[in-house]
């Protein structure tokens, strides 16, 4: 954390091995909420497709009569969670609804596990570090809850997503296409409907699952993301640039939950200060008039007969 001006984005994770996928630009000085505003832009709905392996692939769709106001989310969200949150998350998590508001109830949007591991390693990486985990979890679902989205959905296919991922290669992370199996069949069904520009809508947090495929399998060849995102059919230029974004904004972060920390331990150790010093004074105080009552002369000490 000390060298914040180059930190990359494996720092934030739980691997090193991927730092050459998308070269990380210099930190501007540019709030955490600024960055985050520019995080997502695209959107969703709700349809059921079935796959050959007699699985379904359940996609989410609204349409545009049913959208409602990002004010309404966002009560929701409050309504559902009523403790106090720190402001350090607070204001990413109330920039991050908004955003992800627009991708919810845009026409195009599909609701896919790709998307669901990008949002989970997101929240996980921003509340790392939330003073408590219960209410960590409350507020995940409270906030999936706001958007009318189901939480275990998103917790389970995040799951499932990284468990494929640990179990493949580079070569078997691209070559999905000819294999069988349940998440290949999601995969396939991203790249059909990517690649017909109908029914699907790209995101950042589409983007970030794509990375956490990659660093799950140890891709650290960073010609791997060039052909999944080729046999995605999705824009690579677009993910360059959404990864970056997305490093740039948990560098921020890294930075404010340091100076928190630092913030925190100064009044832990000024209250401490604080409190030896009161203890002190009172024992002196305590010390000076057990010895002045002792030494009274007996004549000034008030007796009543």
Not at 129 to 144: E, W
Not at 154 to 166: C, S, T, V
Not at 172 to 185: C, K, Y
Request: proline content about 4%; aromatic content about 10%.
């Amino acid at each position: 954390m000390a060298a914040i001006a180059s930190l990359s984005f494996p720092a934030l994770g739980q691997s090193d091995k991927i730092s050459n996928f998308a070269p990380c630009r210099p930190l501007a000085s540019v709030s955490a909420s600024a960055i985050c505003r520019r995080f997502s832009r695209h959107s969703l709905s709700f349809s059921r497709a079935s796959t050959s392996s007699s699985r379904s692939i359940i996609h989410c769709m609204s349409s545009v009569t049913d959208v409602p106001p990002v004010s309404e989310t966002k009560s929701n969200f409050l309504k559902a969670y009523k403790r106090p949150i720190p402001s350090i998350y607070n204001t990413v998590l109330q920039e991050l609804i908004v955003q992800q508001h627009l991708m919810r109830y845009k026409r195009t949007y599909r609701y896919d596990p790709v998307f669901a591991l990008g949002f989970v390693t997101v929240y996980d990486q921003l509340m790392d570090g939330y003073p408590s985990d219960q209410d960590r979890d409350a507020i995940f679902k409270a906030y999936v809850e706001a958007l009318n989205e189901d939480p275990k959905q998103y917790r389970i296919d995040a799951q499932k997503m990284e468990e494929w991922a640990r179990s493949q290669t580079s070569a078997s992370l691209v070559d999905f296409s000819s294999r069988d199996g349940e998440v290949e069949a999601i995969l396939k069904d991203i790249a059909a409907r990517a690649g017909s520009k109908e029914g699907f809508s790209y995101s950042r947090f589409f983007a970030v699952g794509l990375f956490r495929l990659l660093e799950l399998a140890s891709a650290t060849d960073p010609t791997v993301l060039d052909k999944l995102c080729a046999s995605l059919n999705i824009n690579k230029k677009s993910v360059d640039r959404d990864l970056d974004v997305y490093r740039n904004l948990l560098s921020k972060l890294v930075q404010a939950k340091e100076l928190l920390k630092e913030y925190v331990e100064r009044e832990k150790k000024k209250q401490g200060e604080r409190a030896a010093e009161s203890q002190k004074a009172n024992e002196t105080i305590s010390k000076c008039l057990g010895v002045d009552t002792l030494y009274y002369p007996s004549f000034l000490v008030e007796r009543k007969y």
